[in-house]
């Protein structure tokens, strides 16, 4: 880990967004793990992955931020990959909500619904399952696992990544939860579904994705990690649907504000794309600031707590995957990891290799804090552990 080096600075390496030449470092981390929801049978198979470096870099002209270290070909998201939330009560309300928002007031029914990396399919069983909605879908993920077909033939899954080769594929609605951040050249995919949806003016396509002002803000120094090679801000956002021939209809932030919903329709004329000026490097410059003394300050807390009982992270996603690499990273403070994802229990997380346990394992293990990654299942967990008689400690996150 070392602070941004100022010859990296004003680097000639173009935004993969808009093209322009002036981006700058402000996130610096060497020998990171490549993926932070693989699933590993083995403490010693988990801290042996594959391993990268994180150079995020923000444009100067429209905000985006990569990581220009970036190697698609260290990672595989196939079976053994598991993003689900939805084991969260919290979670699937979310996704509930969100279901019952495009059906009920985006207009999201009788309608062919293509899902672009729809993970196991939740969310795509979900708009089809609406009641009234009369959607039908067909989704794709590599890492799908389960039947061909679902809920009479009304849903199709296909387990392969969604590309060109899928431009004929009919639905006039495309949706896609959470991918772009993964992908180096977001313009391809967008390309692709712009090719899909051809000219259908009426097609309207949703993409959910990070909201990397909100990462700044908050300084979560655990929302930087190598699966997420692309964040945007509202307008990087807006700018990579504008170039890729869409108008944009609207965007909301959800999830208090972690992620952002774009809409957007295809453009029918060209849209004068003219990169919408961002004013994030202030925000990415202070970040980098802070950054070294922020983890410094958890260390310190972390072995503060751990000598004097014992303590461990709620949330074996990407976040917690990333907080117990950057402060535990020889697995010596952190005793493990809670997950409500029974896929997840009896696993060990990519990396630092800290053992993935069930929550009402906490009382057998002796855990006397806990710090949770997300603070929006805050409720959700203290309910849990009240209604089983367990007692801990959440620490503060601020
Ligand atoms: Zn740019």
Known sequence: MS??????MESAAPCPVCGASRCETFVRRTGVPVHQNLLFESMEAARCIARGDLDMRACLDCGFVFNHSFDASRLSYGAGYDNTQDCSGIFDDYLNELARYLV?????????????GCGKGGFLRKLVAYPGSNNTGIGYDPSYLGPESDL????????QTYDKRWADEPGDIIVCRH???HLARPLELLGAVREAVGNKHHAKVFFETPCVEWILAGR???????????LFTERSLATAFELSGFHVASTRHLFDGQYQLIEATPAE???????????LLEQAREYATAESSLLQKWKTKI???????KICLWGAGAKGATFANLIDPDCKLLD????????????????????????????RRGITDIVLMNPNYRQENTALLKSNGIQANFVDVK
């Open 152 to 159: 009479d033939g009304r849903v199709q899954f296909v387990a």
């Open 179 to 181: 991918v772009i951040e």
């Open 220 to 230: 979560v120094f655990w929302d930087f990690f190598y699966e997420h090679c692309s």
């Open 104 to 116: 009920m007031e985006r207009g999201v029914h009788h309608n062919r619904i293509i899902e672009v």
């Open 336 to 363: 493990c990891v809670v997950d409500l994802n029974p896929r997840k229990q009896g696993r060990f997380i990519p990396g630092s290799g800290h053992p993935i346990v069930d929550y009402r394992d906490l009382p």
């Open 303 to 309: 072995r503060h707590y751990a000598e004097k009982g």
């Open 269 to 279: 004329t060209p849209v004068h794309a003219v990169p919408r000026k961002d004013n």
């Open 3 to 8: 602070r941004p080096d100022p010859i990296a």
